[in-house]
């Protein structure tokens, strides 16, 4: 004693025996081309990035040793000038 009328047929969509589409349909070739060629645009950006940042460090550490420079040049003239106020020199 079988109800049929509850039975649900289930089929796989677009399997209908004929030839399959590929599931991102068919222009995936024509999409994976624009995938690479934005990923080529990705890797020059970032190249120029990193060569941006080599740049950088080296004109930090130019600019740091100008800036330490200055600083012991400020601190030895300070100390002279509170030395000779003091009568020390």
């Known amino acids: 004693m079988s109800n049929d009328s509850n039975v649900v047929q289930m089929r796989g ?34 190249d120029v990035i990193a060569e941006d ?12 040793r100008v800036l330490f420079g200055a600083l012991i040049t400020t601190a030895l003239g300070l100390a002279a000038l509170m030395a000779k106020g003091f009568g020390w020199i």
């Open 53 to 64: 940042l080599r740049e950088h460090r080296k004109e930090t550490r130019s600019d740091f």
């Open 13 to 46: 969509k677009g399997n209908t025996g004929g030839s399959r589409t590929p599931p991102g349909g068919g222009d995936m070739e024509a999409r994976v081309a624009k995938l690479e060629s934005h990923i080529e645009y990705i890797r020059r950006d970032l």
